[in-house]
């Protein structure tokens, strides 16, 4: 049975943090690139953060870019996105992606594999 079980959303101020975890099990994690879309209400789900099979590799949605590092501990077979300054164009349901296909998600113009749930993210004062 796959499973990716996504916490660490939460409401914050602006300019606050949060780490995003996401627990994968059921398949073989170190073989998978792993990633992080979001959507927000009426908006369209889009890649946030994308990293490589090893960890080697990462690409970033340049609203993000230097603010949310994604990183990836094979050994515990989990990903996270580190939130750093959260704005108030931030707020949506973060979702975890495990993707089969070689490269990043960045490489290719559609998402594919499994994914969570998704966990909110609501930024507010």
């Known amino acids: 049975q796959v499973q990716l079980v996504e916490s660490g959303g939460g409401l914050v101020q602006p300019g606050g943090s949060l780490r995003l975890s996401c627990a994968a099990s059921?398949?073989?994690?170190?073989?998978?690139?792993m990633n992080w879309y979001r959507q927000a209400p009426g908006k369209e789900r889009e890649l946030v953060a994308a990293?490589?099979?090893?960890?080697?590799?990462?690409n970033y949605a340049d609203s993000v870019k230097g603010r949310f590092p994604i990183s990836r501990e094979n050994v515990k077979s989990t990903v996270y996105l580190q939130m750093i300054s959260l704005q108030p164009e931030d707020p949506a349901v973060y979702y975890c992606?495990?993707?089969?296909?070689?490269?990043?998600?960045?490489?290719?113009?559609?998402?594919?594999?499994?994914w969570g749930q998704g966990t909110p993210v609501t930024v507010s004062s």
């Open positions: 990293i490589s099979r090893t960890g080697g590799s990462t």
């Open positions: 992606n495990a993707d089969p296909r070689v490269g990043l998600a960045s490489d290719y113009s559609f998402p594919s594999g499994y």
């Open positions: 059921g398949f073989t994690f170190s073989t998978w690139a």
